[in-house]
C-alpha cells in the first residue's frame, strides 16, 4: 500500500493570542475555565465564544461584550450549531469540557468514557478540518500507576526514571478491565492519540495539558450545599472540617500528589497562548514538584491551616479516620500512587516555573471556601 501523503503542518499564530485574539473555550464555566476567564477577558481585544451548560461559576462575566456563552454540551446536536463558524473564525481553541470526579470513574464508567472520548473527538476533526490550533486539557492519569510501584511497591528511593512522569517517555500503565478507575485515563488516552494522529496525518497545530492536582478557588462543590456525590480530596476534607465529621483517609492516606496552585496553573495557560510558537505540538505536565504530599499528610496540614482560619484550635485535633477504597468508592477504583511530573520542558519552552508554595495554596484555597460555605451556612441557618 502506497504510504500515505503527509500534508506540511498547518503552523501556529507568531503572535501571543493573549491580544487581539478569537479564542474558542469549551467547558468554560467549569472550575479553570473560571480562573482562565478571569485573566483573558479583563483585555477587551480578547473575545472569547465559551460553551457551557453551567454558568454558576462565570456569572460575573455573562455581560461581559467580549464574551458570548452557549449554554450548551457537546453531546447535544444543537450544541455543536455555531461551533463550527466560531472555530473557523477562532485563533484558537481550549477543550476543558470533561467529566474529571475520581468518584465516577467507577461508579458511571459508560458516562465517563463517552464524556471524556466521544464527545469530545468531534471537536478534534473540527478543528482539524478548520486548520486550527488546539489546545486540549488532558490528566495526569494517562500515566496511570508508576513503574515503581511493580518494581519495588511503597519504595521511591529507586531510580527516579521508576516514578517520574515525562511527557515523551514515560509509558502509560493501567490496571486491569475490572479496575474501572482506569475508564477515564483510558479515555484521556484515546483522545489524546486521536489528536496526536490528526496532527501527524491531517497537520493539524495541538498542545495537551496534562494538570497535575490544580489547587484553588471554586474547584469542586460541597456535598449537601452546592452538589451531590463525591468531589475531589479537597472537597471532601473542608466538607468534614466545615460540617464537623471526621475527614476520611482512603485505605490509610499513603497516596501521595504533587499540588499546584490555580494561579501558577493559569499562568502556564497564558504563557501557552502568549508563545504559540513554543507552545504548539507538544504535551506538558502542569504540577509542581515541590508541593508534594501524601494525603495523611494533607489532611493533618489542612487541620492546621483550619484552626489558623477560624482562630479556633479545636481543629488541630479534628478527627481523621481510615476506610478502604472499596468502601469509600465502591469495586473497580484503584489509585495512581504517585505522581511526580518532570517539568522542565514547560521550563525551557514556556520560562515557566511554579511558584506558590502547598501552604499559600491552602491557605487561599481554604480562606475562599471558608469565607463562601462556613459563612453563607451560617446565614441560612
Ligand atoms: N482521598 C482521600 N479522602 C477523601 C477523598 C480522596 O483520602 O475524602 C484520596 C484518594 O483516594 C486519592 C487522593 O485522595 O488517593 C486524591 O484523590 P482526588 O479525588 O482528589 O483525585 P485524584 O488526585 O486521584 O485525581
Not at 471524556?116 to 478534534?124: A, E, I, M, R, T
Not at 504563557?271 to 504535551?283: G, H, T, V, Y
Not at 495523611?296 to 481543629?315: N, W
Not at 481523621?320 to 468502601?327: G, N, Y
Request: proline share 6%.
Amino acid at each position: 500500500m502506497a504510504a500515505r501523503e503527509h500534508p506540511a503542518p498547518v503552523k501556529v499564530a507568531d503572535r501571543p493570542l493573549t491580544r487581539d485574539a478569537r479564542l474558542v473555550l469549551l467547558g468554560c464555566g467549569g472550575y479553570i475555565g473560571s480562573h482562565l476567564l478571569d485573566t483573558l477577558l479583563v483585555d477587551p481585544s480578547v473575545r472569547v465564544d465559551g460553551w457551557d451548560p453551567r454558568p454558576d461559576k462565570i456569572r460575573h462575566w455573562l455581560d461581559a461584550p467580549n464574551f458570548k456563552l452557549r449554554r450548551a454540551m457537546l453531546n447535544e446536536p444543537s450544541g455543536l450549531d455555531d461551533l463550527h463558524e466560531c472555530v473557523e473564525a477562532a485563533d484558537a481553541v481550549i477543550n476543558l469540557a470533561a467529566i474529571c470526579n475520581p468518584a465516577e470513574y467507577n461508579t458511571d464508567p459508560i458516562t465517563v468514557i463517552r464524556s471524556n472520548f466521544l464527545d469530545s473527538y468531534k471537536v478534534v476533526e473540527i478543528c482539524a478540518e478548520a486548520g486550527k490550533w488546539l489546545i486540549h486539557f488532558s490528566t495526569s492519569e494517562v500515566y496511570g500507576r508508576t513503574l515503581a510501584s511493580y518494581v519495588s511497591p511503597g519504595d521511591y528511593d529507586c531510580d527516579a526514571a521508576l516514578y517520574e512522569l515525562d511527557e515523551d517517555e514515560t509509558p502509560f500503565l493501567m490496571g486491569p478491565l475490572s479496575s474501572q478507575r482506569w475508564t477515564y485515563a483510558c479515555a484521556k488516552q484515546l483522545l489524546e492519540r486521536y489528536i496526536y494522529a490528526h496532527h501527524a496525518q491531517l497537520g493539524m497545530p495541538y498542545t495537551i495539558v496534562r494538570p497535575l492536582n490544580f489547587f484553588g478557588p471554586r474547584m469542586d462543590f460541597i456535598p449537601g450545599q452546592d452538589g451531590e456525590g463525591t468531589p475531589r480530596v479537597l472537597a471532601c476534607f473542608m466538607k468534614a472540617l466545615l460540617h464537623g465529621e471526621p475527614m476520611r483517609l482512603v485505605d490509610g492516606g499513603s497516596a501521595r500528589r504533587t499540588i499546584v496552585s490555580i494561579r501558577d496553573a493559569i499562568r502556564a495557560i497564558v504563557l501557552m497562548l502568549e508563545k504559540p510558537q513554543s507552545a504548539a505540538n507538544q504535551a506538558f505536565n502542569v504540577g509542581n514538584r515541590d508541593n508534594e504530599v501524601t494525603m495523611a499528610e494533607l489532611a493533618d496540614l489542612m487541620r492546621k491551616i483550619y484552626a489558623r482560619i477560624t482562630g479556633d484550635d479545636s481543629f488541630l485535633k479534628h478527627p481523621i479516620e481510615s476506610v478502604s477504597a472499596r468502601d469509600f468508592y465502591g469495586p473497580g477504583y484503584e489509585d495512581c500512587d504517585r505522581r511526580m511530573p518532570r517539568l522542565d520542558k514547560a521550563r525551557d519552552l514556556l520560562g515557566w516555573t511554579p511558584s506558590v508554595s502547598l501552604e499559600e495554596t491552602l491557605l487561599e484555597t481554604m480562606t475562599y471556601y471558608h469565607d463562601h460555605y462556613a459563612v453563607s451556612r451560617r446565614q441560612a441557618g
